[in-house]
Antibody
Framework: QLQLVESGGGVVQPGRSLRLSCVAS????????MNWVRQAPGKGLEWVAG????????YYADSVRGRFTISRDNSKDTLYLEMNSLRVEETAVYYC???????????????WGQGTLVTVSS | EIVMTQSPATLSVSPGERATLSCRAS??????VAWYQQKPGQVPRLLIY???TWATGIPARFRGSGSGTEFTLTISSLQSEDFAIYYC?????????FGGGTKMEIK
């Protein structure tokens, strides 16, 4: 059964850091382009970052470039998002999502995790 | 960045009727558009990719069309389970972007 499970969310003060993880099972993680997408409470979807299958290419939304870092460990089937200098407005559910098969660049997201809630508050 | 604009923001439709949702890209994205459905408290579900290709298990009453900058999701004969929020997404260029969503309400 294909599954993506995020963890690492919680309450953090503005300006602090947090690292999210997403463990994959039942999919060929090392051949999948992976992404992070977030959704603020009551708001729409916002793509945050994407990473190529070997981790050599990383892409970011303008709003997080320079503060967030996406990475992966194919030996552990795990995707990461390191978030620094967090802002109140970045309170959201953070989802990891997989590119559909055959999409080695941008792509549609065919599998999503259940998400992990990040609350940035003093 | 490519801006995806969805209209209308809210659409009130009666069960059994047809619904037409629109998505406009600020520049040419060819057919690199996907549509997602999200119900309250649930994870988004991929409906359509390549502008018009059904994702696995999606009923034929969902039909995607368009290319370039204009895209449409048509839902024929709405079922009760179809009332949700629908998002379009372009994956032609980084950064990937989503539209603001169309909320389907029961009339």
């Amino acid at each position: 059964q294909l599954q993506l499970v995020e963890s690492g969310g919680g309450v953090v003060q503005p300006g602090r850091s947090l690292r999210l993880s997403c463990v994959a099972s039942g999919i060929t993680f090392r051949s999948s382009v992976m992404n992070w997408v977030r959704q603020a409470p009551g708001k729409g979807l916002e793509w945050v970052a994407g990473i190529s299958v070997d981790g050599g290419n990383k892409y970011y939304a303008d709003s997080v470039r320079g503060r967030f870092t996406i990475s992966r460990d194919n030996s552990k089937d795990t995707l990461y998002l390191e978030m620094n200098s967090l802002r109140v407005e970045e309170t959201a559910v953070y989802y990891c999502a997989r590119n559909g098969p055959g999409y080695s660049y941008g792509g549609p997201f065919d599998y999503w995790g259940q998400g992990t809630l990040v609350t940035v508050s003093s | 960045e490519i801006v995806m604009t969805q209209s209308p923001a809210t659409l009130s439709v009666s069960p059994g009727e047809r619904a037409t949702l629109s998505c406009r890209a600020s520049q040419n994205v060819n057919t690199n558009v996907a549509w997602y459905q999200q119900k309250p408290g649930q994870v988004p579900r991929l409906l359509i990719y390549g502008a018009s290709t059904w994702a696995t298990g999606i009923p034929a009453r969902f039909r995607g069309s368009g290319s370039g900058t204009e895209f449409t999701l048509t839902i024929s004969s709405l079922q009760s389970e179809d009332f949700a929020i629908y998002y379009c997404q372009q994956y032609s260029k980084w950064p990937l972007t989503f539209g603001g969503g169309t909320k389907m309400e029961i009339k």
